[in-house]
């Protein structure tokens, strides 16, 4: 083996060596998302205490619904339209709240046009220490009167059925908060280029074995779907926790299960969907935003991921490599950089099948890491360097 590669240069075996581990690692990806529980119709335990358990919850009016929301009058009708009779407290659903975060385009006329109940926040409401989203999501549950509190971002749509299975779940499985992982929505070339390689990306580093360990800190949930238990929320502190995270949701999760609150994170995509963005800019706000905060809070996982979108992009170099080479070397280059593009958009493929995306656009793999990591990377310098990342209006360091 070592007569074989002592002729190729170091950065030959360096790039040869990283594309096989990017590989392996996407590999992995699925592995680890498909291993991710599903929300069903039907619940582990019996169909009696089904009806029992979730029968008494749903009769109590137990959940509050919390939407916050900032600059969001474009995406409100959408959901409140979804949500359909639950805006007006029917069924279980006890209220839903609209916590309008210092908007500037009518996000709360349009969500009081809708039945909803509105709480306006102002920029001097906050206090030093509190991020936006945090902030919000603690006034409107401090509001809230249910029983079960139910978190969700202004852009998901989920179905109305989503609330009642996710209770049912909760409820029936002694669990104390859910979290459910929606269809993504890709409409435009650069959402369906980026995001199922973010997500391929991200699940390199999540491992289901180690989140269903209650001794295991590893936890996350999804911001746009998250139900949990009022008093629970409230004795843990619930979002004021976490009130300087920028990954907010991945923090809660990890701040409960720490002190022993039971939770899950389930694959949902059959009841909801989600459209975070609609363009390459709200893209690399988002992206930039949570990049180098989830490097710097979740440093394991961050790294991982880092490590397998780097590895991943590396079909082009090894191409490049091939031109600069001699001999048989330029051929075995060539032959490896093309293999590597086509069995990483073989991999890519099975993403953009699950978010609903010509399976043609995987063929694009080489330039989504590229896109992807020069993302990550000036999300890495604008931090390091304090020079702050914008998101709606605001700047965070």
């Not at 030959?12 to 590989?23: I, Q």
């Not at 949701?249 to 909801?272: I, N, S």
């Amino acid at each position: 083996m070592t007569a074989i590669l002592l002729p190729f240069r170091a950065q030959d075996v360096t790039a040869l060596a990283g594309s096989l581990f990017g590989t392996a690692m996407a590999r992995a990806a699925n592995r680890h998302y498909l291993a991710m529980p599903i929300l069903t119709h039907e619940p582990r335990h019996s169909a009696e205490k089904r009806v029992s358990t979730a029968g008494t919850a749903i009769a109590a009016g137990a959940v509050s619904i919390v939407i916050p929301a900032r600059d969001e009058a474009a995406n409100l009708p959408a959901l409140l339209q979804t949500l359909g009779p639950y805006v007006r407290g029917a069924g279980f659903v006890r209220q839903t709240i609209v916590v309008d975060d210092a908007s500037q385009d009518g996000t709360g006329a349009v969500a009081r046009s809708f039945g909803a109940t509105v709480l306006r926040l102002e920029e001097v409401d906050r206090s030093d220490g509190w991020l936006g989203k945090p902030h919000a999501c603690q006034r409107g549950a401090e509001a809230a009167t249910g029983e079960w509190l139910l978190f969700l971002d202004a852009d998901t749509q989920p179905q109305p059925e989503s609330i009642d299975l996710a209770l049912t779940h909760a409820v029936t499985n002694q669990l104390d908060a859910v979290s459910i992982l929606l269809r993504q929505r890709c409409e435009t070339l650069w959402e369906r280029l980026l995001l199922p390689f973010a997500y391929q990306q991200f699940f390199t580093g999540v491992d289901p074995g180690r989140m269903r360990d209650p001794n295991q800190a590893e936890a996350f949930f999804n911001g746009q779907f998250i139900l949990i238990r009022t008093d629970v929320y409230r004795r843990t502190g619930g979002h004021g926790a976490v009130r300087g995270s920028i990954v907010e949701d991945m923090a809660l999760a990890r701040a409960l299960k720490q002190v022993g609150v039971p939770l899950e994170t389930l694959r949902g995509e059959h009841v909801g969907a989600v459209r975070m963005y609609q363009d390459l800019q709200s893209i690399r706000h988002g992206f930039g935003k949570n990049a180098y905060a989830f490097l710097a809070t979740e440093p394991q996982r961050g790294v991982t991921v880092a490590l397998s979108s780097t590895c991943n992009g590396l079909a082009i170099p090894l191409i490049a490599l091939a031109a600069s080479a001699t001999g048989r070397h330029r051929h075995a280059l060539l032959f490896a950089g093309v293999v590597s593009w086509l069995v990483n958009a073989m991999l890519l493929a099975t993403w953009t099948r699950r978010f609903g995306i010509p399976r043609a656009y995987a063929l694009l793999q080489p330039l989504s890491a590229l896109v992807f990591n020069a993302i990550a990377i000036e999300s890495t310098v604008r931090s390091v360097l304090r020079l702050g990342l914008t998101w709606k209006g605001r700047t965070y360091r």
